[in-house]
T-cell receptor
Framework: DQQVKQNSPSLSVQEGRISILNCDYT??????FLWYKKYPAEGPTFLIS?????DKNEDGRFTVFLNKSAKHLSLHIVPSQPGDSAVYFC????????????FGAGTRLFVKA | GAGVSQSPSNKVTEKGKDVELRCDPI?????LYWYRQSLGQGLEFLIY????????KSGLPSDRFSAERTGGSVSTLTIQRTQQEDSAVYLC???????????????FGPGTRLTVL
């Protein structure tokens, strides 16, 4: 049972355009959401997060949107750059003690120059 | 400061052999996680340690897998009698605590690529 789903295994975007990566979750107990970025042969690195008390968090070119009623979040990258090409993992965690972080399967983003 | 380190970076072994993978977390981080990523798959949770509490082993796929964390720092993941399906990248992560909020941001090591022939 996948509690965190990234239904698009890959996404291709032209440089300078917007990249939108989507993530759906099933457990309403999740209240904190994170995006990680992974380059080949490296471990994932934290990118941006959002608490369930917010519906938007912005950090430079990266914005995460949260729609709690739809149990959906998305990561927007504007403008996309070739260096953004990587695998992006969505992750969710809950406030209940011991509620471990659950990762999605990842979406591979290709930004074409 | 130093990040999470893992060794070896690559390990090739024969089916049936035992392997040990090592993780050095960031100093002061009380929570330590092991994940694996098989080819084309997402991050599969294996086990996590939080301070002196009993580890959460709910993600270990079989009793051939075990992990220890000595002195609340270094961790070793052991796979006994390796099988070809164990081939994957094994990732270790640490965080300041285990829970929700900013303290749950995990810092990952580069991983160990295990190949079982």
């Amino acid at each position: 049972d996948q509690q965190v789903k990234q239904n698009s295994p890959s996404l291709s975007v032209q440089e300078g355009r917007i990249s939108i990566l989507n993530c759906d979750y099933t457990n309403s107990m999740f209240d904190y959401f994170l995006w990680y970025k992974k380059y080949p042969a490296e471990g994932p690195t934290f990118l941006i997060s959002i608490s369930s008390i917010k519906d938007k968090n912005e950090d430079g070119r990266f914005t995460v949107f949260l729609n709690k009623s739809a149990k959906h979040l998305s990561l927007h990258i504007v403008p996309s750059q070739p260096g953004d090409s990587a695998v992006y993992f969505c992750a969710a965690s809950g406030n209940t003690g011991g509620f471990k972080t659950i990762f999605g399967a990842g979406t591979r983003l290709f930004v074409k120059a | 400061g130093a990040g999470v380190s893992q060794s070896p970076s690559n390990k090739v072994t024969e089916k049936g052999k035992d392997v040990e993978l090592r993780c050095d977390p960031i100093s002061g981080h009380t929570a330590l996680y092991w994940y694996r990523q098989s080819l084309g798959q997402g991050l599969e949770f294996l086990i996590y340690f939080q301070g002196n509490s009993a580890p959460d082993k709910s993600g270990l796929p079989s009793d051939r897998f075990s992990a220890e964390r000595t002195g609340g720092s270094v961790s070793t993941l052991t796979i006994q009698r390796t099988q070809q399906e164990d081939s994957a990248v094994y990732l270790c992560a640490s965080s300041r605590t285990s829970g929700s909020g900013l303290t749950d941001t995990q810092y990952f090591g580069p991983g160990t690529r295990l190949t079982v022939l």
